[in-house]
């Protein structure tokens, strides 16, 4: 009996304490506003969960109730299985703008055209290596020989997104439209035929677009897209060197670009070319030095 009431003496000592213990909590907070404040998002919090279980209060399974939460903080229902959440889209002015303000936007696009011709797989290697993903805008002329067939695949199979760049690098605006279609839907259907998918990007030859062929790129689902900067077609920058400083800086003073190109969502255009491939390691360490990650092609919106 002594014991018992020992204890139970002790367990209201207890209590005493701990009631002071809250008492004191408050007066910690000098200003009574922080306090109902508090519990205002303390209530916030409960009533959520209380939503929550009143949701779930019609008898069913605990376990199909963990799952209703999980399936409750999924964003989209309906995921498209192999494609990335889309999480930039084109600007007209062909950068990558971010689709909402928790995305990055500190990244650019590496964009490598006219192959896949001597340089391409050399440069996707070392793009693999980097760990650093990118477009590859090909040609059909590229696209003859087994072996310039199995480049592709190889490419793509390194995870690398497939572009259309026309079959034969045609100008569009100085052809017809039916030719300009040909140009373009020949070079899809030969690129399924060898990576069992059709691209889903275009980019004109020299970045000349006509009006039949937007929309007709539009409707075959790709995403037309020209680029921010690119300097490996001019004479003083056909040198890894000068390529290298050129497209890490975005300034390129001896074609008269005096000034930065190198923004968030810059769009960078580079060639299967010799120089290009000597630079491109130095020039994707470089950019990222400067603070910039390059964006994920499978992340950008495409048509609808
Ligand atoms: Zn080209």
């Given at each position: 009996m002594k014991k018992c009431s020992m204890t139970l003496m002790g367990i209201f000592v207890i209590l005493l304490l701990a009631a002071c213990n809250d008492n004191e909590e408050p007066d910690?907070?000098?200003?009574?506003s922080n306090t109902e404040q508090e519990e205002v998002n303390n209530e916030e919090i409960t009533n959520s969960d209380d939503h929550t279980e009143e949701e779930m209060d019609?008898?069913?399974e605990e376990e199909e109730q963990a799952d209703e939460i999980v399936q409750e903080e999924e964003?989209?229902?309906?995921?498209?299985?192999?494609t990335a959440q889309p999480l930039y889209e084109l600007s007209e002015s062909w950068n990558l703008v971010p689709l909402?303000?928790?995305?990055?936007?500190?990244v650019v696009l590496l964009t490598i055209d006219?192959?896949?011709?001597?340089h391409t797989l050399e440069m996707a290697k070392t793009l693999k290596e980097l760990e650093a993903p990118a477009i590859f805008f090909v040609n059909g002329h590229f696209l003859q020989t087994d072996e310039q067939k199995n480049i592709l695949k190889e490419i793509h199979d390194m995870g690398f997104a497939i572009g259309n760049h026309t079959y034969n690098h045609?100008?569009?605006?100085?052809?017809?439209e039916d030719t300009q279609k040909q140009e373009i839907l020949e070079l899809s259907e030969l690129i399924e035929d060898i990576i069992g998918e059709t691209p889903k990007f275009f980019r004109a030859p020299n970045g000349v677009n006509t009006d039949y062929a937007k929309q007709f790129v539009k409707d075959q689902g790709m995403l037309l897209m020209n680029w921010t900067y690119g300097y490996d077609y001019f004479e003083p920058y056909m040198d890894a060197e000068k390529l290298t400083e050129a497209m890490v800086t975005g300034e390129a003073p001896e074609v008269d670009?005096?000034?930065?190109?190198?923004?968030?969502?810059a769009n960078l255009l580079m060639h299967d070319r010799k120089w290009t491939s000597a630079a491109l390691e130095d020039i994707v360490k470089g950019l990222r030095e400067k603070g910039y990650k390059m964006a994920d092609p499978n992340t950008i919106k495409l048509p609808e």
């Open positions: 910690e907070l000098s200003d009574p019609d008898g069913e964003p989209d229902p309906e995921p498209e299985p192999e909402n303000d928790q995305v990055n936007e500190q006219d192959g896949p011709d001597e045609q100008r569009l605006s100085e052809v017809d670009v005096n000034y930065s190109l190198l923004k968030p969502g």
